[in-house]
């Protein structure tokens, strides 16, 4: 009997210990993102990231330790919202009312985006066709599918705001040192939603519409094309008369370059 009630005191005394310990949990100042416990967080260039705060005495102040890197504020929800600048490396810091204080690691990346052009396409129309234009159509066709860059070729934005940035050129993308520099810019149309793509390389400027392929089809993902339009350089033609001459070029996004 004496055995089987040191037993059960024993036991017990281990229970009472392991509540013990179990309630002696970690007061640090903590980081969470999607609620997942951080000790670093990545944000592009342009973009953003949030961080919630946890385990502060009080309220609590934040700073970026280099805002030309990336910047931080504390908004309505209490939660900390860091907004990248420039490609680095820099860190946050916390600091609560009993000024405890905690630094979160922030790595700045740039945002791109890489365009590999897959296939031409184009599209002229005349007004009143008959058979015997067929062929002059056609040739125009073939003329504004030369003037397109090449199937293969591909092009990396690198943005250094929301609309502009930097860019690279490359004539074929299985030759990556084989590259043009250049710059981008995206306008758009606030009314009709239409987005045109600027490019700048090679001392000159090439201005693409930004939409879908050019013939009807009935996927629901239609594909993306790069749209430019030649409809000027065939304006005076008579017969047949032109009236519109666009070349496309199907392109999608990839991480190869």
Sequence with gaps: MKNKF????????????FMSCSDDEDTSIQFYASSEKVNTISVTSIGEAFVEVRNVNGTFSVKSNNEALATASINEHSVINIKGIKEGTTSITVTDSENRSATLNVEV???????LVTKHET???????????????DKIKAEIDGKLVPVGSGYKLMYT???TGNLIYYPDTKKLTEKV??????DGNEVSGKRVLKLY?????????FGTDLTVRTSTAPPIFL???????????????????????????????
Excluded: H, R
Excluded at 181 to 186: H, L, M
């Design 123 to 137: 599209l002229v129309e005349a007004l009143n066709p008959t058979t015997g234009d067929q062929a002059a159509i």
């Design 6 to 17: 040191l037993y059960y005191f024993i036991m017990s005394f281990c229970f009472v210990g």
């Design 109 to 115: 990346i740039t945002q791109t985006l890489s365009l």
């Design 181 to 186: 520099n250049g710059t981008f810019k995206w």
């Design 227 to 257: 749209i430019i339009d030649f409809t000027d350089a065939y304006s005076q033609m008579t017969k047949p008369k032109i009236t519109k001459a666009v070349g496309g070029l199907l392109v999608m996004s990839t991480t190869s370059f």
């Design 161 to 163: 705001s929301d609309y």
């Design 201 to 209: 390389y090679n001392d000159k400027e090439f201005v693409y519409s």
